[in-house]
């Protein structure tokens, strides 16, 4: 079970969740309004691969272009861009039919994604 803690950096407040998972300690950054981790590059090509989705056609749906989506599932990740553009991607995948879960929602600890109901 993830601890929730505040940190107060430079006049800024970030929540964060301390997990611990197979002897590795996780902290995971929580976007305080959406109460969700950043996206992983493997949440997106999963959700992908659960639409039957190519780069191309993830690139059009959230109006980016195909180097950017490969951008953001290569091993630097979502971190490699802006978050408009993450969110771009959220919200196409999310518009298909996928929901990210929180690592909390999975039942590994790990975050996760699946197709509505």
């Not at 601890?3 to 197979?22: D, K, P, Q, R």
């Not at 929580?30 to 090509?45: E, G, V």
């Not at 992908?48 to 180097?67: F, G, Y």
């Amino acid at each position: 079970m993830g601890v929730a803690t505040l940190v107060y950096l430079y006049g800024t407040c970030e929540s964060f969740s301390f997990t611990h998972h197979n002897g590795v300690i996780v902290l995971s950054k929580y976007d305080r309004k959406k109460k969700m981790t950043n996206l992983t590059s493997a949440q997106i090509r999963a959700a992908r691969a659960l639409l039957d989705w190519t780069q191309p056609k993830l690139a059009e749906v959230a109006k980016l272009s195909v180097p950017t989506v490969r951008r953001m599932e290569g091993a630097r990740g979502p971190s490699a861009s802006t978050e408009a553009n993450v969110e771009a991607v959220r919200r196409a995948l999310e518009a298909g039919g996928v929901v990210f879960l929180d690592p909390e929602e999975s039942k590994d600890g790990g975050p996760g994604v699946r197709l509505k109901l």
